[in-house]
Structures are given as structure tokens and as C-alpha cells.
């Protein structure tokens, strides 16, 4: 099936389903490491990486010529696509906290305005939701998620107006801002 399978020998004591031996392993998580992810995120990055590979081969596509150097760049992808994921989560972070009033909330306040935001997104219709959380949750551009649901821009923005303007009425009848 995979040619580094056929590199590792019989007296493997890896699966016989398992696309990398313990070396590619190894080299996998000390390339996640390197590029920053955290050590508790290592497990989920070399899993990744191998279910990218049975992927490859599931689709019939020819295995890597050095599953090794194919293994390690796809690492090194993952722990930049984790950097930005990080990223956005801090910008995301940044943004609620410019929305917050001046005067420090306490933590209570925090969870009864999450919970109110949480109650009038279950409200908003499935379109209009959709766009609230891939513009401000997976802080995606309105042309992107445009081009993701095969939508025009302008629809997306009306949709974006509209749930918006029905979570700033929802909150206000809540009382909640």
C-alpha cells in the first residue's frame, strides 16, 4: 500500500495499517515542536499527519517518494495553520474585549452575556446564523464566506445586518446591555 511500509520491514512493531513507523513519528512531533505547537497538542498533530496520509493513499493517489519528508512538511503546515488559528483567537479575543463597557465586568456578568448571546443565536434563523459565526467566530472576510456558501457578497452582509440587528434587540429586551 505505502512504500514506507515496505521500508520499515516485517519486524515492525507498528500496525500493519499504520502509515508511519516510529521514526516518521518522531520526526513528525519534533517538527510540530519546533514550529511552536504545544506539547499537549502533539498527539492530535501526529494524527493529523497520518490521517492525511491514509487519505492520500484511500483516494488512490501514489504514496510520497519519502513518506519521512511528505510527513515532516505536512507537520510543519499544521503548526502554522495552528499559529493561525491561535491568531485569530487572540484577535477574536480582542475584539470582545473592545465591546466590553469601560468599567471592568465581573466574571458573572461574562457568563450571563455569553449566555444571553449563546440564547439569541439558537433564535436567529440557520442562514443568518451561519454568517454570525464564520464572520465574527471563525473571523473569515464577508467575500470568503460568500464564496464558501455560493452566495453574493450582498446577501451575506443583509443576512450579517439582520441577525445582527436581532441579537442587539434580543439583548436589549434582555436587559442584558
Known sequence: MLRGRARRGRGSHVADDDPLDAAQERRVRAVLALGGVPQADLPD?????RL???????????APRDVSAWAAVVASNLAM????????????GERLAALRPAE???GEETSLLSLAVARGLDQLPDAQRQVVVLRFYAD????????????PEGTVKSRLHTAVRALRARLHDDEVV
Open 45 to 49: 498533530g501526529v494524527q493529523q499527519v
Open 140 to 151: 473569515l472576510p464577508v467575500r470568503s464566506i460568500a464564496d464558501q456558501l455560493g452566495v
Open 81 to 92: 495553520d495552528w499559529h493561525r488559528a491561535k491568531r485569530r483567537q487572540e484577535r477574536l
Open 52 to 62: 492525511r496520509l491514509l487519505e492520500r493513499a484511500a483516494s488512490g493517489r501514489e
Open 104 to 106: 471592568a465586568t465581573s
